[in-house]
């Protein structure tokens, strides 16, 4: 109807005045499907003095063929349009008959679009226990070109009575509604979207789920890298536990990701466990790298189920130390020598260590740590003693 009034202040003043009816499009704003066939009548008013067979149609701006009128009588015009297609805009598309000169007589808007399908991938998360967020997929392909009306429905599962969240969905809006507060822990709820427009309907499947089940949290605070001592190819990370969830009774999870200052690409460890620190090691020498972390709370209040994973954290960054024996330029040892007895021992000491620890925890062994330090010096040594000789 928007669209109608609008069109009627094209019209010039001196015919609206000489009728409260200019003229009049039926049917007026009709609903009708993809792929149907419409016939509409542009009725003059008998004060205008205007003859049908001097009219012509616009859709949406552009002129129909005169092929598709018909002169019903000498003040109705009709035109017939086959095999519509999806209204190119929620507000309808513009269907006008206009005078010889051009001018506005009567408009309508066509909604041409197709019922909903079933709501699908139907996902819930609450923030901290404290509110509950939803988001789902329309059905099929998803577009129905007309006006559509999402509403989430929840309730207890047991009693209680069914609420709302309505999601107005409009034009390519997220399929998303909020419920802010008011929710009840320890008892599970029913959830479900239905969706609605002039052509029909659909619904969902049913969601049961817990709110201790699917919490989230903020990310962990406070991140922060630093170095291990001269030891080249390892760094610290630090972090804090998100502080909304320390009065619940929880574990939590933690996930590390880090990637190197001129790269897209991000390694993830994944066996962090409820730490809230960690050692990567196996890094290059002399580079910066930029670490972040992520919480999944475990067993809130008893729950059986993990949460959901937070969004990552800031990223934080640090270097690790230089590598002299690459900065001076000197070569790795030949094969030959490589196959020594430092070789073989740095090889059953990481034996022992993957045999023996779990995740990030076993680098942060004091006797590992003197051991690389030494190991590191030692090299540097050989090496230089390498570079005198071939001097």
């Not at 190119?88 to 019922?115: E, F, K, R, T």
């Not at 399929?175 to 002039?198: D, G, K, M, R």
């Not at 993957?354 to 003197?370: F, V």
């Amino acid at each position: 109807m928007l669209s109608f009034t609008f069109l009627l202040f094209l019209v010039p003043h001196h015919v609206l005045l000489a009728s409260s009816h200019v003229a009049v499009i039926s049917p007026q704003d009709p609903v009708l499907r993809i792929g149907s066939s419409l016939t509409a009548t542009c009725r003059l008013s008998p004060e205008l003095g205007l003859q049908s067979s001097t009219l012509y149609w616009t859709l949406n701006g552009m002129c129909l063929s005169s092929s598709t009128y018909r002169v019903v009588s000498p003040d109705v015009l009709s035109v017939t349009i086959h095999n519509l297609n999806g209204s190119q805009q929620q507000s309808g598309d513009n269907l006008v008959c206009h005078g010889a000169n051009g001018h506005v007589l009567a408009g309508s808007c066509l909604y041409v679009g197709m019922p909903p399908e079933k709501p699908v991938n139907l996902t819930c998360w609450s923030h901290n226990t404290k509110d509950l967020s939803c988001k789902w997929s329309p059905g099929g392909r998803g577009e129905t070109h007309i006006r559509t009306n999402y509403t989430l429905k929840y309730k207890l599962r047991w009693y209680g009575r069914e609420k709302e969240c309505e999601s107005d969905s409009t034009w390519k809006q997220l399929y998303f509604c909020h419920i802010p507060s008011n929710l009840a822990l320890f008892t599970p709820y029913e959830i479900w979207v239905e969706a609605a427009n002039q052509l029909g309907s659909a619904t969902s499947d049913i969601t049961t789920l817990d709110i201790l089940d699917v919490v989230t949290t903020d990310p962990p605070a406070n991140v922060q890298v630093s170095r291990v001592g001269d030891l080249e190819d390892q760094l610290t990370v630090r972090w804090a536990s998100p502080p909304e969830l320390k009065d619940f009774l929880f574990q939590a999870k933690y996930q590390i990701r880090y990637r190197l200052e001129d790269s897209t690409e991000w390694k993830v460890v994944d066996d962090v466990g409820n730490q809230t620190s960690c050692r990567l090691a196996g890094l290059r020498p002399g580079t910066v790298y930029f670490v972040q972390v992520r919480c999944n709370p475990v067993g809130i209040y008893g729950s059986r189920k993990a949460g959901i994973w937070s969004d990552w954290s800031h990223a934080a960054a640090a270097s690790t130390p230089s590598s002299e024996r690459l900065q001076s330029g000197s070569c790795d040892p030949k094969p030959s020598e490589q196959n020594s007895t430092l070789r073989r021992e740095l090889k059953q000491f990481f034996g022992w260590v993957r045999k023996h620890t779990y995740g990030c925890s076993g680098m942060s062994i004091k006797l590992y740590d003197q051991w690389r330090v030494w190991l590191q010096k030692t090299q540097k040594t050989r090496n230089q003693i390498l570079q005198d000789d071939n001097s």
